[in-house]
Every structure is written in C-alpha cells, then in structure tokens.
C-alpha cells in the first residue's frame, strides 16, 4: 500500500494537471472536464478556510487555557469569533448585525493599524540617517521623498511639474521594470514547478 | 533384565541409559552387559525351566534365520548340533541353571583358585574338531593343562586380558570344583589357546617373560616341540629382548648434520607428573580419574562482590565550588527583570512630535473642511477619462459585475472613487452583482452599497443588486467564475436562486455582463482578474474597469496603457476618485483632498528634517573620532 498510494498519486496530479492545461488550449474538448477539475479545487479550497478558522480557535482555546496575558488576549480573540459567528448566523452574512460589526469594528481597526504604519515609516525614514550612511540609504531616501512630494500638490507650494514628471518616470519605470523582472521569475518558477509536477518529478502532495 | 555396567565407575545401570546415572559417562561406547538376578530369563542362550519347548524353538529358529549362522562354518554347526542332541538326551543330568552358571562363570571371569590344574579335553569329538582346525589341538590344550602347574608371578600395572589367569597359586585351597561339561571344558581350553597365542600389549611389554614361561612349559610338558625353539636358551631369549637397541651399531652422519645437532642435552618429554597424590574426581563423565584438571578453576568461583562506597569523596573546597556552581545555574535559570526606562525618553518624544505633526494638521483639515489645495482634475490622472466614458457607455438596466477585493484598511483612499462609481451605475439604473474574493468583502460591498445615495438622493435606497459573496477558492476560482458563474455561485447570500430570474438569467458566461468592474487594492488580486477573466472579457468585447489604489497602480497601469489594451480604464487612488467625481460632475471632497496633501507635505519635512539634523550630528562625531 505504502508503494501504490504515491503511485497512484503522480498518476492523478499528472492528469489532473494536463486536463486543465489542454482546457486552456482546446477550450471545446477540454473545457468541460478543466471546469469541474477547478471546481473540486475551488471546494477543496473552501474547506481548507474552514479548516483554518478551526485550527486558529483550536490553537487560542489552548492558549486561554495555559493563562497569562497571552491568553487574555485568546478569550478576547475567541468571544470575537463566537460573537461575529452568532452575529452573522442570525442576521445573515450581509445583515445589520454582521454590516453593524464590520463598520464598527473592522473597519476602524484596520485603518488605524494603517495609520500607525504610516507614522512608524516616517519616523524610521528620519533616523534611517542616525546608522552609518551608505549610497543605498541616500538612494532610498531621495527616491521616497521624490515620490511623495511628485504624488499630490504640497499644501503651500502646490503642484511641482518637474516632480511630478520625476515620480511618473520612477513609478513607471525603474519600479516597474523591477516589479516586472520579479513577476517574471515568479512566473518562470511556476512554470517550472509546473512542469515538474505534470512530469511527476515533484510531487508536493506526498509520496 | 540386563544391567550394563559403567565403564568408568563399574556400577550397572538400566539398559535404556546412554549415560551413567553415577558419573555420567556413555554407556553405548565401553559399557557391557552385567549379569543380573533375572538374567536366566533375558539371555537368549539359557532356557527357562518353565518354557524349555519355547526356548527350544527360540533357539532353533533363531539358528535358522540368523544371518550370522550363515557364517559359521560347518565344524561349529556340527558342535552346536551334538551339544542339542545331549542336551535333549540328558536333560536329567544337567539342569539349566548349572548351565547359567558355567557361563556366568566364564562371562565374570571366574575366580579359579591357583594350582588348579584344568581338566584334560576329554571330549573326543571337541579333540578332533580343534585337531582338524589347528593342527596342534592336542598338544596345546595339554599345554594349557600344563600351565596351571606354574607359579608365576603377575604384574599388577599391566592390564590382563578378559579370561582368568589359571596359574595364579597363592597357596589356598581351591574350592570344590565345578563339574563342567565335555563341551565347555574343550570350548575354555580352545578359547585359552587363542587367548594365549594373541600377542596383548601386555604381552608385548613382558614379551620375554611369556616366551621363556611357555618355553618351561613347553620343556615341562609332554608336547612335541620344534627343535629350532629347543635348541634357544631362555637366558638368551630373555638378553636379545631386554637389550635389543644394545647391539645397534650407530649411523655415520655426516660433518654438516653433526653441526646441526643440538650440544646440550635437552630431555625428549617432560617428566611426567606424579598423580599419585592427586585427587581423585567423584563426578562427572571423568569420575573415577586421577589428576583431572578442574572444569571450574577457583578464579571464577562465584563469591560475594567487594562493595564499593557510593560517596564521593571530594573535599571541602571542591564541596564549595560545587555550590558556587550550582548557585550560578540556579541565578541563571531566575528571569532577571528589564533596567527600568524612563517613559520620556528622547526617542518616544520624537514619535510623539511625529504623530503629532501628521494627525493635527489632518484633524484640522476634515474638521474645517478646506479645500484650498486644488482638485486634480480627469484629464492630470491616466485612465480616468476612459474609465469615465465606459461607465457612461452602459446600457441601462442590464447586470454589472462588481467585484469588491479591497481591505478596509484601504477604504478611506478608494471609497472615494467606489461610491462615486455606484452612484453612476445607480443612475443608470444597471443590476450590480456583488462578488469578492476575500471573506471580509460582502460586508463591505453590503456597507457600501448601503451608504450609497439612490436616486431619490437617499443613502440606501438603492435594491437593484445581488450580493453573491464569497467566491469559492478565491482568485482560485476565477476561472470557474468566468466561464460558468451559475455553477460556483448558483445562490446569493439571501439564498435566493438569482441565476433562474431577471437579469442574469439571460447570463451563461461571464462576458454575459455588461461590464466587469474590479475594485481592489492588491497588484495580484488585479493581476489575476486581468489574466484569467480579461481573454474570456475579450471574445465579446466586454470593458474590464478598475479601480485600485496607489500601491497597486504602478503594475496594473501597464495593462491599460498596452495596445490593444486589457484594461479599459482605471481608477486610481484618492486622485483618481477626485478626478472622477469631477468628471461626473461631484467636486465634493469634505477636505480630504487637502488633509492627504498636508500629511503628504509634513511627511515630507519630518524626513528632511530628520535626516538632515541626524547628518549635521553625525559629521561632528566622526571627525572627533578619526581625530582620536
């Protein structure tokens, strides 16, 4: 058993995987079968959040359990999620009560943590010269200031043009070409990886 | 029943015992059958008094089929044949048990008196038997009667054969003799002869005493001997015997084997060890045996172990130091509590003056509501135009899809632009059908929607929607999503079947919808919208429209600047949702245009300021350091 379940394993994935790559090529004989493939992933996906949610409850009961700080902060995390749960449950995912807590609770909390980043980066920005300054932390800073200042007009200056052409060109090119070059290793890694998987050489899902 | 007698320790045993039951030694090499007190009923050549027909036919039949009788000759099948004949002619003068007897005394050995002399071969039939089979029957036997008239002394060391010596006399008196039948008298003087004519190793050591013994006897005795053996003088015999290494001259060996040869006088063997005094072993398969090495030497005779004190002897000051290091692990294992800070420390002033200086100045600008920086305007911001025309461009009543990727944390830059964009899709009066692919979407899609103004101008009035949730798997699930959106989300969140009713009933496919609208904040979230459903968007020339935020706008500008472009407009940032809401006529902004341009601008000085004072007092340290 042990020599035919990892076997059998390779043989699904690889078919699995080629099914769905031919469906992107012939759409008309493939298509049928890459759709319900996607669908068995995309519900296996879902149980994989629910899964989630039991595991993250599961691992903040034994912390509530063990007491201390951290477990005041589990009981508060797990009377949020029996509160939102018996929240939403009653009134719907879409409800007042759930639209209720979301606009009072998530909604603040998320862009006050936004708000803290910010204030957190512009102090570091103004000590990031207190360390030994190097040519890369000078780079840094004046590219940082060239962006913020080319983003919106400044409050007494109003619209710089230079600048704002400046951060255009930065955001453009330099960041993009960046972004891109890694997109595209991200892309050529998948493939790879893809194509191991369809060739069985690597096998993720065990065996 | 038959006992067999140790070899080694002489005590009989059952016959089913391979060993000894008193010394253990095997039975099946050396032992021999004993005689025992029912031996007349086992043994095979003695009758039974009660059963003589019986035995008869026993020995009858067992002459008859016994291989070995096949290999007597005929002489001895004729002796046997006579002794049956007397034996069933005279059964009154010889019982059975003086039969048993006789071979009992021939079988243990015997003990015959010395100066016996055995009878004469009486027998004429025995005599002419032996005659014919040897020749000198009748000498011999009457030498063998000859020798029991000689007084000879015995060594004692040498081991004697199995048949009693008849010439030991020590001058007592012989007890009444055995009255022996003819046949036997003749079978112990044949079996004498033979005995005496084997050359024994004991024979063989005391070669010249036997040979001058039987040449007295020969001499004393009647019987014709040689005259070669008469003419040898036993003085003589007796000298060849004892010195015949005397008369051998040596060997010449040659000068080189001479050299070889050893000078000193090394002894052949070693001397041998008296065991005289040695013990003598009780037990075992060597019991019975003198000078036996023990199996079990004293060296590793089991005896009590020495015991060792547990206690360490250490002394004072080790006993000390042992302390102190104990001391030292249990001061380590003790958590030390943190050097208490001062909670003004110059550090978290300058956080203080950060903070301060980004959310006073916004603060003031929502409060006040200012608006003196001025409005970006459609045409400054890419994408806004397009994105503005697109919209304008669709049919009225017929399904949008909205799809609501954003965090909350991101809703104060993009709410902006999304509320303007559901206020123009309300006017056109077009069936948004709500989809996400994070968890926390359809509350916000349900949040938005709500506050939204309808056409009445009321927040909220607005029902011409489906909110369908949470897509499956994620941006997983897009391309199920694109090429069967009934299938992967066949219900709304009110658990209404919306696909089987007006408008989306006439929608199979995704590119069924007038336009698909993203809204997100991730490059990747876009990324693969634009990837996945963007070609099936194509066959029918549906707009894909987005709306993203200012960190996602660098990778997705890309897509909508390309030609033939996969997006067809674009919204970015607080910017852009300024420029749309003045290209559709709201140049409402309540401040925030000028709250994000002031902390933009202070941001700005903060970093400035920072780095420069930081420079100015780095400089001054370092030269004080390279002066040092």
Same mark, same amino acid.
């Not at chain 2, 250490?314 to 294992?333: G, P, S, W």
């Not at chain 2, 601008?601 to 420069?612: N, P, R, Y």
């Given at each position: 058993?042990?020599?035919?379940?990892p076997?059998?394993?390779?043989?699904?994935?690889?078919?699995?995987?080629l099914?769905?790559?031919?469906?992107?090529?012939?759409?008309?004989?493939?298509?049928?079968?890459?759709?319900?493939?996607?669908?068995?992933?995309?519900?296996?996906a879902?149980?994989?959040?629910?899964?989630?949610?039991?595991?993250?409850?599961?691992?903040?009961?034994?912390?509530?359990?063990?007491?201390?700080?951290?477990g005041?902060?589990?009981?508060?995390?797990?009377v949020?999620?029996g509160?939102?749960?018996?929240?939403?449950?009653?009134?719907?995912?879409?409800?007042?009560?759930?639209?209720?807590?979301f606009?009072?609770?998530?909604?603040?909390?998320e862009?006050?943590?936004?708000?803290?980043?910010? !204030?957190?980066?512009?102090?570091a920005?103004?000590?990031?010269?207190?360390?030994?300054?190097?040519?890369?932390?000078?780079?840094f800073?004046?590219?940082?200031?060239?962006?913020l200042l080319?983003? !919106?007009?400044?409050?007494?200056?109003g619209?710089?043009?230079?600048?704002?052409?400046?951060?255009?060109?930065?955001?453009?090119?330099?960041?993009?070409?960046?972004?891109?070059?890694?997109?595209?290793g !991200?892309?050529?890694?998948?493939?790879?990886?893809?194509?191991?998987?369809?060739?069985?050489?690597?096998?993720?899902?065990?065996? | 029943?038959?006992?067999?007698?140790c070899?080694?320790?002489?005590k009989?045993n059952?016959p089913?015992?391979?060993?000894c039951?008193y010394?253990?030694a095997?039975?099946?090499v050396?032992?021999?059958?004993? =005689?025992?007190d029912?031996?007349?009923?086992?043994?095979?050549?003695?009758?039974?008094?009660?059963?003589?027909?019986?035995?008869?036919?026993?020995?009858?039949?067992?002459?008859?089929?016994?291989?070995?009788?096949?290999s007597i000759?005929?002489?001895?099948?004729?002796?046997?044949?006579?002794?049956?004949?007397?034996?069933?002619?005279?059964p009154?003068?010889?019982?059975?048990?003086?039969?048993?007897?006789?071979?009992d005394?021939?079988?243990?050995?015997?003990?015959?008196?010395?100066?016996?002399?055995?009878?004469?071969?009486?027998?004429?039939?025995?005599?002419?038997?032996?005659?014919?089979?040897?020749?000198?029957?009748?000498?011999?036997?009457?030498?063998?009667?000859?020798?029991?008239?000689?007084?000879?002394?015995?060594?004692?060391?040498?081991?004697?054969?199995?048949?009693?010596?008849?010439?030991?006399?020590?001058?007592?008196?012989?007890?009444?003799?055995?009255?022996?039948?003819?046949?036997?008298?003749?079978?112990?003087?044949?079996?004498?002869?033979?005995?005496?004519?084997?050359?024994?190793?004991?024979?063989?050591?005391?070669?010249?005493?036997?040979?001058?013994?039987?040449?007295?006897?020969?001499?004393?005795?009647?019987?014709e001997?040689?005259?070669?053996?008469?003419?040898?003088?036993p003085?003589?015999?007796?000298?060849?015997?004892?010195?015949?290494?005397?008369?051998?001259?040596p060997?010449?060996?040659?000068?080189?084997l001479?050299?070889?040869r050893?000078?000193?006088?090394? =002894?052949?063997?070693?001397?041998?060890?008296?065991?005289?005094?040695?013990?003598?072993?009780?037990?075992?398969?060597?019991?019975?045996?003198?000078?036996?090495?023990?199996?079990?030497?004293?060296?590793?005779?089991?005896?009590?172990?020495?015991?060792?004190?547990?206690?360490?002897?250490?002394?004072?000051?080790?006993?000390?130091?042992?302390?102190?290091?104990?001391?030292?692990?249990?001061?380590?294992?003790?958590?030390?509590?943190? =050097?208490?800070?001062?909670?003004?420390?110059?550090?978290?002033?300058?956080?203080?003056?950060?903070?301060?200086?980004?959310?006073?100045?916004?603060?003031?600008?929502?409060?006040?509501g200012?608006?003196?920086?001025?409005?970006?305007?459609?045409?400054d911001?890419?994408?806004v135009?397009?994105?503005?025309?697109?919209?304008?461009?669709?049919?009225?009543?017929?399904?949008?899809?909205?799809?609501?990727?954003?965090?909350?944390?991101?809703?104060?830059?993009?709410?902006?632009?999304?509320?303007?964009?559901?206020?123009?899709?309300?006017?056109?009066?077009a069936?948004?059908?709500l989809?996400?692919?994070?968890?926390?979407?359809?509350?916000?899609?349900?949040s938005?929607?709500?506050?939204?103004?309808?056409?009445?101008?009321?927040q909220?009035s607005?029902?011409?929607?489906?909110?369908?949730?949470?897509?499956?798997?994620?941006?997983?699930?897009?391309?199920?999503?694109?090429?069967?959106?009934?299938?992967?989300? =066949?219900?709304?969140?009110?658990?209404?079947?919306?696909?089987?009713?007006?408008?989306?009933?006439?929608?199979?496919?995704?590119?069924?919808?007038?336009?698909?609208?993203?809204?997100?904040?991730?490059p990747?979230?876009?990324?693969?919208?634009?990837?996945?459903?963007g070609?099936?968007?194509?066959?029918?020339?549906?707009?894909?429209?987005?709306?993203?935020?200012?960190?996602?706008?660098?990778?997705?500008?890309?897509?909508?600047?390309?030609?033939?472009?996969?997006?067809?407009?674009?919204?970015?940032?607080?910017?852009?949702?300024?420029?749309?809401g003045?290209?559709?006529?709201?140049?409402?902004?309540?401040?925030?245009?000028?709250?994000?341009?002031?902390?933009?601008?202070?941001?700005v000085?903060?970093?400035?300021?920072?780095?420069?004072s930081?420079a100015?007092?780095?400089?001054?340290?370092?030269?004080?350091?390279?002066?040092?």
């Amino acid at each position: 058993m042990k020599k035919i379940l990892p076997t059998s394993n390779a043989i699904i994935a690889v078919i699995s995987g080629l099914l769905v790559l031919l469906g992107y090529f012939f759409p008309g004989v493939f298509g049928n079968i890459q759709s319900v493939l996607i669908g068995w992933a995309i519900i296996l996906a879902a149980f994989a959040l629910l899964l989630g949610i039991y595991n993250l409850a599961l691992v903040h009961w034994k912390k509530a359990g063990a007491g201390g700080t951290n477990g005041i902060n589990s009981i508060v995390l797990l009377v949020s999620l029996g509160i939102t749960i018996i929240a939403a449950s009653l009134s719907g995912p879409t409800g007042s009560l759930s639209v209720w807590i979301f606009n009072n609770f998530q909604v603040p909390v998320e862009i006050s943590l936004l708000a803290v980043l910010a !204030v957190v980066l512009v102090y570091a920005a103004a000590r990031l010269l207190t360390r030994r300054p190097k040519w890369s932390t000078i780079l840094f800073l004046v590219t940082v200031l060239i962006v913020l200042l080319g983003s !919106v007009p400044l409050f007494f200056l109003g619209e710089v043009a230079p600048l704002v052409a400046l951060r255009g060109w930065v955001t453009q090119v330099p960041a993009v070409a960046g972004g891109r070059g890694l997109l595209l290793g !991200v892309a050529l890694g998948t493939v790879a990886t893809g194509i191991r998987i369809l060739m069985g050489v690597d096998r993720p899902y065990g065996g | 029943m038959t006992d067999i007698i140790c070899p080694l320790c002489g005590k009989p045993n059952p016959p089913e015992l391979e060993e000894c039951r008193y010394c253990q030694a095997p039975l099946n090499v050396s032992g021999f059958l004993a =005689p025992s007190d029912q031996e007349g009923q086992e043994n095979p050549f003695i009758l039974s008094p009660d059963e003589p027909d019986q035995a008869d036919s026993q020995v009858i039949k067992s002459e008859s089929t016994s291989a070995l009788e096949q290999s007597i000759p005929d002489w001895l099948k004729n002796t046997e044949a006579n002794f049956l004949e007397e034996t069933e002619a005279k059964p009154e003068r010889q019982a059975p048990d003086d039969i048993s007897e006789q071979i009992d005394s021939l079988l243990s050995q015997p003990s015959t008196p010395d100066n016996v002399t055995q009878p004469a071969i009486d027998d004429d039939w025995l005599a002419s038997l032996l005659a014919e089979a040897g020749g000198e029957s009748s000498p011999l036997s009457s030498q063998g009667a000859l020798l029991g008239d000689i007084e000879e002394p015995v060594n004692e060391n040498i081991p004697q054969p199995f048949i009693e010596e008849p010439f030991k006399a020590k001058g007592v008196l012989p007890p009444t003799p055995v009255e022996k039948p003819d046949w036997l008298t003749g079978l112990e003087a044949s079996s004498k002869i033979k005995l005496e004519g084997e050359i024994t190793p004991s024979e063989g050591i005391d070669q010249g005493a036997g040979i001058t013994e039987s040449i007295e006897s020969i001499e004393t005795g009647s019987m014709e001997i040689p005259d070669w053996i008469g003419k040898i003088e036993p003085e003589e015999i007796s000298s060849n015997l004892e010195e015949p290494a005397s008369q051998i001259a040596p060997a010449e060996l040659p000068g080189w084997l001479e050299a070889l040869r050893p000078e000193d006088n090394v =002894p052949a063997t070693e001397p041998v060890e008296d065991l005289s005094a040695a013990d003598i072993v009780t037990a075992g398969p060597l019991a019975g045996l003198r000078g036996v090495i023990g199996a079990r030497p004293s060296a590793i005779r089991a005896r009590k172990p020495p015991t060792y004190s547990i206690k360490l002897r250490v002394t004072d000051e080790q006993r000390a130091r042992v302390e102190m290091m104990e001391a030292l692990l249990a001061d380590e294992q003790k958590p030390k509590p943190l =050097p208490s800070q001062p909670a003004l420390t110059s550090r978290n002033i300058f956080r203080l003056v950060i903070a301060a200086a980004l959310i006073l100045p916004i603060a003031w600008m929502i409060i006040t509501g200012s608006q003196r920086v001025p409005t970006p305007q459609p045409g400054d911001v890419p994408g806004v135009i397009d994105f503005t025309q697109q919209v304008q461009a669709l049919p009225t009543g017929l399904p949008v899809l909205l799809a609501f990727d954003y965090e909350a944390g991101f809703s104060g830059e993009m709410n902006l632009a999304v509320s303007t964009l559901i206020t123009q899709l309300a006017i056109k009066n077009a069936f948004m059908t709500l989809v996400t692919t994070i968890p926390s979407g359809p509350a916000m899609a349900e949040s938005l929607i709500n506050s939204s103004v309808g056409l009445d101008g009321n927040q909220g009035s607005y029902s011409y929607y489906t909110n369908l949730g949470y897509i499956p798997g994620g941006t997983m699930g897009l391309v199920g999503l694109a090429l069967s959106p009934k299938s992967v989300l =066949p219900y709304s969140l009110d658990g209404i079947k919306v696909w089987a009713s007006a408008p989306l009933d006439a929608i199979s496919t995704i590119n069924d919808f007038s336009a698909v609208i993203v809204l997100t904040n991730d490059p990747d979230t876009a990324r693969s919208w634009i990837e996945q459903v963007g070609p099936t968007l194509k066959i029918d020339g549906t707009p894909l429209l987005i709306i993203t935020s200012s960190q996602a706008e660098p990778l997705i500008r890309p897509y909508y600047e390309a030609n033939p472009s996969q997006v067809q407009g674009m919204v970015t940032s607080l910017a852009g949702g300024l420029a749309y809401g003045l290209s559709v006529g709201n140049s409402q902004q309540n401040g925030e245009w000028d709250a994000f341009s002031i902390s933009i601008t202070a941001s700005v000085l903060i970093i400035l300021i920072g780095s420069i004072s930081r420079a100015a007092l780095k400089i001054p340290i370092t030269g004080k350091k390279k002066e040092s």
